[in-house]
């Protein structure tokens, strides 16, 4: 799966079943060549609207990637 992929599926915590943001971006251990963590923007209610920072995303917080959505437990 591309990273492409991963950024047209909206993030969901399984923790109250709220839709975080969608991923923008990844951090690469380049020294290992490994994928640290995925980044999601928050979901925007209005397109000027301000919204809160940044969410970091690690592998062992992925509960489960489905077709439409990635279910996270980010607590």
Not at 59 to 67: A, T, Y
Request: with cysteine; charged share 30%.
């Amino acid at each position: 799966m591309r990273l492409s992929d991963l950024q047209e599926k909206d993030i969901i915590s399984t923790q109250d079943g709220k839709i975080l943001g969608r991923i923008i971006d990844a951090e690469v251990d380049i020294n290992e060549g490994k994928l640290k963590y995925l980044i999601c923007e928050p979901k925007k209610i209005f397109k000027n609207f301000i919204s809160s920072k940044e969410i970091t995303i690690y592998f062992n917080q992925i509960v489960k990637i489905g077709e439409d959505v990635i279910l996270v437990d980010i607590s």
